[in-house]
Nanobody, 121 residues
Framework: QVQLVESGGGLVQPGGSLRLSCAAS????????MDWYRQAPGKERELVAR???????NYADSVKGRFTISRDNAKNTVYLQMNSLKPDDTAVYYC???????????????WGQGTQVTVSS
């Protein structure tokens, strides 16, 4: 089994910063893509940022220039540095990972439990 555990959420004022972390543990052979998603009340879950094993990244237009995704492959951990936060960034943030659990190429998708980020004065 594989577990993803997020941390780092909380309450921050507009213009502030937060850093989210997501650590994967369990029967991990390797991890391909690692993502951050978010879901605001009444809205669909949306992809915020993605980083693949080689380090290439993609961002939603709404967070480009403000958020930075990174990963530590040795620790099976992905980070999301969020700067210049806005009230519209308020949501539950989830990490997701494509995990290989053996030498076979099949990767399985795992999700964390989510961490609340609230941007408010």
């Amino acid at each position: 089994q594989v577990q993803l555990v997020e941390s780092g959420g909380g309450l921050v004022q507009p213009g502030g910063s937060l850093r989210l972390s997501c650590a994967a543990s369990g029967s991990i052979f390797s991890i391909n893509a690692m993502d951050w998603y978010r879901q605001a009340p009444g809205k669909e879950r949306e992809l915020v940022a993605r980083i693949i094993s080689g380090g290439s990244t993609n961002y939603a237009d709404s967070v480009k220039g403000r958020f930075t995704i990174s990963r530590d492959n040795a620790k099976n951990t992905v980070y999301l540095q969020m700067n210049s936060l806005k009230p519209d960034d308020t949501a539950v943030y989830y990490c997701r990972a494509d995990v290989r659990i053996s030498v076979y190429p099949t990767a399985y998708s795992y999700w964390g439990q989510g961490t609340q980020v609230t941007v408010s004065s």
